[in-house]
């Protein structure tokens, strides 16, 4: 019973593409996260969702974009691709935004931009 | 800014007790997160602490003082699998959780 997936684990592609990574969690949260960790492991926020609602926008690039079907789910698209978008992308879930919650992470997908 | 310090690796041998220091520096504050992340896997959640002092969870202790802007962690009657990388974040007056690089720890028999 996975608590929340991402798909694939590992994309390898070419400078200038475009590609999205899955996420769904089963666990009834309203709010998903996306997350950055680069090679030095810093995880950075890049969005999160609430019931569907954007509520942080951090400063990426607009060829990141975050897209909602519904809150189960919360799929990254990257555009243009670029060396430096090379890195570990997890998904995570929490029950809502208060402070105290914990969040789950997903598996993570391993980005290699060549 | 903001910012999060703590020791990039720590070498502890088992069945020891080792304390992993982390100091914060955010817009705010709404508390302070440890997270565990083996390699290769994703982070999971440790502790949670909002006030000043100890909670204990087990073998893992956290404490937290907002004045100092300091937590730790502590972990206790260490074992090989506790070998991982400890995450120390905090989360500031936008409920965004500004991490640190972690603190790998290496457990030696």
């Known amino acids: 019973d996975t608590a929340v997936s991402q798909t694939p684990k590992y994309l390898v592609t070419q400078m200038g593409n475009d590609k999205s990574i899955k996420c769904e969690q089963n666990?009834?949260?309203?709010?998903m996260y996306w997350y950055k960790q680069d090679s030095k492991k810093f995880l950075k926020i890049m969005f999160s969702?609430?019931?569907?609602?954007?509520?942080i926008n951090e400063t990426v690039p607009n060829r990141f974009s975050p897209k909602s079907p519904d809150k189960a789910h919360l799929n990254l698209h990257i555009n243009s691709l670029e060396l430096g978008d090379s890195a570990v992308y997890f998904c995570?879930?929490?029950?809502?935004?208060?402070?105290?919650?914990?969040?789950?992470f997903g598996p993570g997908t391993r980005l290699t931009v060549t | 800014g903001q910012n999060i310090d703590q020791p990039t690796e720590m070498t502890a041998t088992e069945g020891a007790i080792v304390q992993i220091n982390c100091t914060y520096q955010t817009s705010g504050f709404n508390g302070l997160f440890w997270y565990q992340q083996h390699a290769g896997e994703a982070p999971t959640f440790l502790s949670y602490n909002v006030l000043d002092g100890l909670e204990e969870k087990g073998r893992f202790s956290s404490f937290l003082s907002r004045s100092k802007g300091y937590s730790y962690l502590l972990l206790k009657e260490l074992q090989m699998k506790d070998s991982a990388s400890y995450l120390c974040a905090a989360m500031d007056s936008n409920y965004q959780l500004i991490w640190g690089a972690g603190t790998k720890l290496i457990i030696k028999p």
């Open positions: 969702y609430n019931n569907k609602e954007l509520i």
């Open positions: 995570a879930s929490s029950q809502d935004p208060a402070p105290s919650r914990e969040q789950y």
């Open positions: 666990l009834g949260h309203d709010t």
